[in-house]
């Protein structure tokens, strides 16, 4: 009840964070123009792996936005991108916005010995150290919330994720809304809660046909318990496939491979143990019998 009660809290936080904002309207051809300048850190079509910049590609729209008006006030410090959105104009903002938007997100990969801490963290929260689930503000897969403006996860590179948890962590990163929901997530994470989560959101896959800004219902589906693809939690049932990597599920398949031939090993031993027992009581109750008549006919005698 104290989890259910917790995660539902985190729903809250999430929804009172949600502004009737309109979505950014971009010109997605001259947002490719203008991107020649983003490349060299952000990569072609955004999608960079590093731990210092973020993958752009199929990140929301109104996310980008946002965060390039926050770097260009100074609301968000990075001496960086303050330089490279100080030249850029509304209409500039919201091109490089649409046109990240429209790109296809180059899918990362989980490292399977951590990830399923990852999952169940992602999923479920941790309430005893007040960490509330991370689905309910980023989806189940991880794909965002764009009225919100809560970012993408899903795909992104786990050193860029773990880099922004520690910022917000130690409060680096701050002073605009969504940071400060952030600060508070952040600071009851430790150094392996940070990188669990990092490395299962990278490896996250959308479901087909989901689209973003379904946090609120994936907080309310997970608020019963735990779950996520790498954990192999039964909640998630068939979609654990569409969550995880494929590393993640080829890895899942072969450990349920494993634990399958672990199995009937074992039935296999029980089974002849068994039979060996069986066959041990048939001797014992056959000697009985042969003791017996042997009674039997001295008394006849």
Same mark, same amino acid.
């Given at each position: 009840m104290t989890k259910?009660?917790?995660v539902l809290f985190g729903l809250m936080i999430c929804a009172g964070a949600v502004a009737a904002e309109p !979505?950014?309207?971009g010109d997605i051809e001259a947002g490719k123009t203008r991107s020649a300048q983003c490349a060299a850190c952000h990569g072609p079509q955004g999608n960079m792996e590093s731990a210092q910049f973020p993958k752009l590609a199929g990140q929301g729209a109104p996310y980008i936005y $946002?965060?390039?008006? !926050?770097f260009k006030s100074g609301e968000r410090q990075n001496a960086i991108m303050a330089g490279q959105a100080a030249g850029l104009s509304e209409e500039d903002m919201k091109n490089l916005a649409a046109y990240y938007a429209s790109q296809q997100t180059r899918p990362g990969a989980a490292d399977v010995s951590i990830a399923p801490a990852g999952a169940m963290l992602y999923h479920a929260g941790d309430a005893e150290n007040a960490v509330p689930a991370c689905s309910g503000c980023h989806g189940p /897969?991880?794909?965002g919330n764009e009225a919100a403006k809560f970012p993408r996860l899903s795909g992104q590179s786990p050193q860029y994720i773990a880099t922004q948890l520690k910022a917000y962590r130690s409060g680096d990163r701050s002073g605009y809304?969504?940071?400060?929901i952030m600060n508070g997530v952040a $600071?009851?994470? /430790?150094? $392996?809660?940070?990188?669990?989560?990092a490395s299962y959101v990278a490896g996250l896959q959308p479901a087909t046909g989901e689209k973003k800004g379904g946090g609120h219902g994936a907080l309310m589906q997970h608020a019963g318990g735990p779950a996520g693809a790498a954990a192999g939690q039964a909640e998630t049932g068939d979609d654990a496939e569409s969550e995880a990597s494929p590393e993640a599920v080829d890895a899942s398949e072969q450990q349920s491979q494993d634990a399958d031939a672990a199995a009937k090993q074992e039935a296999g031993a029980a089974a002849g143990d068994e039979a060996a027992s069986a066959e041990n009581n048939e001797a014992d109750d056959a000697g009985e019998d042969a003791a017996a008549a042997s009674e039997d006919d001295s008394d006849a005698q």
């Open positions: 259910r009660l917790f !979505l950014v309207d $946002e965060q390039l008006k !926050l /897969s991880g794909l809304r969504n940071a400060t $600071e009851n994470l /430790s150094d $392996e809660d940070i990188q669990a989560l």
